[in-house]
């Protein structure tokens, strides 16, 4: 199975690229060629791949864990309600449609 959504660029650049079950929004944008840096290699240790889902399909994208409340917090000067780190991120069919924004230069 799969869903569309629309990922908005760091140059504001918006495309539509479909999302594979069993992939989180990290591996989905990296097999979309985003340069999502993601340092620690999605294990939710550094926050580089700090992403924005839109406000509707938010709840969607299921809890945050601690761990990455915690990231979250620490860069609470670009993070909002709506961050997610990419590779914490899982596929979900309510997410079909969301829009994720990508952080600038994190």
């Given at each position: 199975?799969?869903?569309?959504i629309t990922v908005v660029d760091e140059a504001g650049?918006?495309?539509?690229?479909?999302?594979?079950?069993?992939?989180?929004?990290?591996?989905?944008?990296?097999?979309?060629?985003?340069?999502?840096?993601?340092?620690?290699?999605?294990?939710?240790?550094?926050?580089?791949?700090?992403?924005?889902?839109?406000?509707?399909?938010?709840?969607?994208?299921?809890?945050?864990?601690?761990?990455?409340?915690?990231?979250?917090?620490?860069?609470?000067?670009?993070?909002?309600?709506?961050?997610?780190?990419?590779?914490?991120?899982?596929?979900?069919?309510?997410?079909?449609?969301?829009?994720?924004?990508?952080?600038?230069?994190?």
């Amino acid at each position: 199975m799969s869903i569309n959504i629309t990922v908005v660029d760091e140059a504001g650049e918006v495309r539509d690229v479909e999302w594979t079950e069993n992939q989180t929004l990290l591996e989905c944008l990296h097999k979309n060629q985003y340069p999502v840096l993601a340092t620690c290699g999605g294990n939710a240790s550094c926050a580089t791949c700090h992403a924005f889902l839109d406000p509707q399909h938010y709840p969607a994208g299921g809890e945050r864990t601690e761990e990455e409340e915690d990231l979250l917090e620490m860069i609470d000067d670009v993070a909002t309600e709506y961050s997610r780190l990419s590779c914490q991120t899982e596929y979900h069919e309510g997410l079909d449609g969301a829009t994720v924004t990508l952080k600038p230069g994190m």
